[in-house]
């Protein structure tokens, strides 16, 4: 039994639907919004929106117990609060961890999708990189 079939087994399916809705319109956008922290007119948007949408990740993982996606998206996060108090575009290295932790997000949707167990977060995602 992969993960849908688990939580479908302890919520209602329509709150399980909602979820993977929502969440699905999250990952896609989230690759456009991790790319703009890089440029200067978009920085102050794209880090106030990555920053919703990781909180809305970890409200409702958290609600459907999906615990690796709640403690991945807190810790996600909290970095994106730190870099909310800046002003300047991020580096490429803090683009580049984006980028890899947006890519577990979606093996995680893909994992939903096919019923699977959720993958293993990647333990390279749990160290941050400089954010100056």
């Not at 703009?36 to 106030?48: F, G, Q």
């Not at 996060?77 to 991020?90: F, S």
């Not at 961890?97 to 293993?120: C, G, R």
């Amino acid at each position: 039994m992969g993960i849908r079939s688990d939580l479908n087994a302890n919520f209602d399916y329509e709150i399980v639907d909602e979820f993977l809705d929502h969440y699905s319109m999250m990952i896609d956008s989230m690759e456009i919004m991790i790319i703009d922290l890089s440029k200067p007119n978009m920085y102050r948007r794209s880090v106030d929106e990555l920053f919703r949408v990781f909180h809305n990740i970890k409200s409702a993982s958290g609600f459907l117990k999906i615990e690796p996606m709640t403690r991945l998206a807190s810790f996600v996060e909290e970095a994106l609060e730190e870099l909310r108090k800046r002003t300047k575009p991020v580096n490429e290295n803090t683009v580049n961890w984006l980028l890899s932790v947006s890519d577990m997000f979606a093996q995680w949707l893909n994992d939903f999708k096919q019923d699977k167990e959720l993958t293993h977060v990647k333990y390279s995602l749990l160290k941050l990189p400089d954010l100056e």
